[in-house]
């Protein structure tokens, strides 16, 4: 069992640049979520999806986009990267929405 | 709208001690998380709280839960090194709490270190 895998780990974009954040799970979890941290700050809810082909807004879903097609896959979309987007992006998923969430290595991104 | 807040926000403490976080929130949720997260690593889960006056152990930290007051502690007991980290609470949000139906609405994180 990988759990919640993301890649890539680290990445560089230019203002404008339109990129793809890679999260699959493979505990056959429904619910999955995207989470941004910030330098000293908590996590904070993107978007989510409690199934495949159902997505929902978070806090903070502006300047994202998130598509499921399937149960292992939750791909966050970036399009237009601006420097406010610059930092840690956490996958998360979760068997119902009620358990612990188990999260992924996180990927770094950086907006210049 | 559900907000979580925690206090303190840092901490240093010898080994030895003991010390409580608290972890405030706003409206009704139904659920209370804590996580733990090294530096530059991901969270991992520490307990899940459901009901008012539930009480969980792991080692040397122990997480309540007060449900009318809205407040939820984690406390450490005789603190070790290994247990420096950032804790983090969080809550779940639901319909009840406004703003959506799922997902976890996160404190900012006690950064705790425990020295020597």
């Known amino acids: 069992n990988a759990g919640v895998t993301q890649t890539p780990k680290f990445r560089i974009l230019k203002i404008g640049q339109s990129m793809t954040l890679q999260c699959t799970q493979d505990m056959n979890h429904n619910y999955m979520y995207w989470y941004r941290q910030d330098p000293g700050m908590g996590l904070k809810l993107i978007y989510y999806?409690?199934?495949?082909?159902?997505?929902d807004k978070g806090e903070v879903p502006n300047g994202y986009n998130v598509s499921r097609s399937t149960t292992e896959d939750f791909p966050l979309r970036l399009e237009l990267a601006a420097p406010s987007q610059t930092s840690v992006y956490f996958c998360?998923?979760?068997?119902?929405?009620?358990?612990?969430?188990?999260f992924g290595p996180g990927t770094r991104l950086t907006v210049l | 709208e559900l907000k979580v807040e925690q206090n303190p926000l840092f901490l240093s403490m010898q080994e030895g001690k003991n010390y409580t976080i608290y972890c405030n929130y706003s409206?009704?949720?139904?659920?209370l998380y804590w996580y733990r997260q090294d530096p530059g690593k991901s969270l991992e889960s520490l307990f899940v709280?459901?009901?008012?006056?539930a009480v969980k152990q792991e080692g040397r930290l122990m997480a309540s839960l007060d449900t009318k007051a809205r407040l939820s502690t984690l406390h450490i007991t005789a603190a070790v090194h290994d247990l420096s980290a950032t804790y983090f609470c969080?809550?779940?949000?639901?319909?009840?709490?406004?703003?959506?139906?799922?997902?976890?609405?996160f404190g900012k994180g006690t950064h705790l270190i425990i020295q020597p």
């Open positions: 969080a809550a779940r949000r639901s319909m009840y709490s406004g703003g959506g139906a799922d997902g976890l609405t």
């Open positions: 709280l459901l009901s008012n006056g």
């Open positions: 999806s409690v199934g495949a082909g159902i997505t």
């Open positions: 409206t009704t949720s139904d659920r």
């Open positions: 998360a998923s979760n068997p119902s929405g009620y358990n612990e969430q188990f």
